[in-house]
């Protein structure tokens, strides 16, 4: 009951994305009404491609995603029995080390079994399955169609009191009131410029854009013919085409071609092919005889990493919290973002009863912020680490301590081919359920450069 939650009052959230819905729902546990003000239209309103919904605010939509075990371990937390209403939607569960052929470098991962299960499915299916829970919760509204022109604060600006916004064609500018509003409306954050508008300090970032760009299609298998999943990853600086064949929802398949340092996929059918033949491996190639497309091709580029230092902002205003990629975005080939943003969502419940008792003040932001810090930083040195090895990457800056991370990660990987204790340990940190310090171990690292002296094989041509 409303009655016995932690905080009364109301909380806003802008953008109806993952991130918007999981905050809300670990908000409607401390308010007695959080309401989500999405800027696209209402599904039922929404134009339907092929049977299937895809909305604007959704640009990854036609496009391969992985949800982490980590993650799937947080989903299943907030959503008791989610993993298993993706299954009844049709979602495959694979074995990341058994079932899948993974390409690293210049050889193949070997096959094992390794516990690392992935629900594998599109993003419109992971999206309706934690709509249909955000919408059975009682003391949640979700507005749809509402453009936020900004925020309403108090008169010296310190504190953010609620929203302009307006609804669908209707004209006239309205206003909500809240307690605490939450920014999860994404890499298109109006935020930054509405804050800098009341004269508060312009927010500091950082931008690393690696030039990656993909494009994905749906296939089904022909009759009688027989494709397996496989996942090939670029190697800088030589090799900068990957790609991921996955099964997903509907018996159907997702293949997307993936390129860095400003190789792209070709727009059509004959550049999307050609680029599959020029994968280190042929097998994609081939697969592709043995399907029939589904879809047509979606191309998506925008993936640069940006982080929005709202930690380091001297007079964030109380009231306020960004989150998502509105805060920090990724380059998605790491598929870290859905696990990011489920940690901050649980990291976000642990800090809301001591934002209820300061007001949710600026300082309770920046200390939420650091919180978030505490996952964020690795994730983020993950990813730009291994974008900047690329010539093109924009912000580039190479410290003399990662041309020594370089060196060691490259016999890393090298012997992860002939081992498969040291494969597990980098799946799992991929799959972020163990820290990247457990490279360090004396263990790992005697493995490393062991089997790193061995020669690298030559990628198998077969998937077997």
Known sequence: MASQ????????????????????????????????????AAPDELSSTSGELFRKGLPQAAHQHLLLLKGRQLFEEFFPGFDAELERYGAPLVNYSEDVSLFIGEGKLPRFESGLDLRVCRRPLIDRVVTERIESIENIER???????????????SRVTGLRYQQGSISAEKTLRADLVVDCSGRGSRTRTWLKKEGLSEVSGTHVNPKLGYASQLFEVRPGQQVKP??????????????????????????????????????DLNGFTQFAAELP????????????????????RGTENVWHRYDQMKDHPSGLLVMGDAMCAFNPLYGQGLTLIAMAAKSLALRLEQGARSGFSNTWARRTYRRFNRFFF????????EDMRWPETEGRNIPWYLNVSYRYMDRL??????????AHCCLSIANMVSSPLSLLRP??????????RKKQVTLREECS
Not at 17 to 31: D, N, R
Not at 443 to 452: C, I, N, P, Q, S
């Open 230 to 267: 496989i996942e090939v990853a670029p190697h800088a600086p030589t090799s900068p085409r990957a790609a991921g064949l996955w099964p997903v929802e509907n018996n159907k398949w997702l293949l997307t071609l993936i390129g860095m340092n400003a190789v792209y996929p070709g727009n």
């Open 5 to 40: 939650r932690a905080n009364k009052g109301t909380a806003l959230v802008i953008g109806g994305s993952i991130s918007g819905m999981l905050s809300a729902k670990v908000l409607s546990e401390h308010f007695d009404l959080v309401v989500i003000l999405e800027k696209d």
């Open 443 to 452: 263990d790992v690292m005697l493995k490393a450069f062991w089997f790193g």
């Open 143 to 157: 507005r749809y169609a509402c453009q936020v022109s900004g925020f309403i604060l108090n008169n010296d600006n």
């Open 281 to 300: 491996t042929k097998y994609i190639h081939r697969a592709l005889s043995d399907m029939s497309p589904a879809s047509g091709i979606t191309h998506f």
């Open 413 to 422: 990987l090298a012997a992860c081919i002939h081992s498969k204790p040291l």
């Open 378 to 385: 690795t994730a983020w040195m993950i990813a730009i680490s």
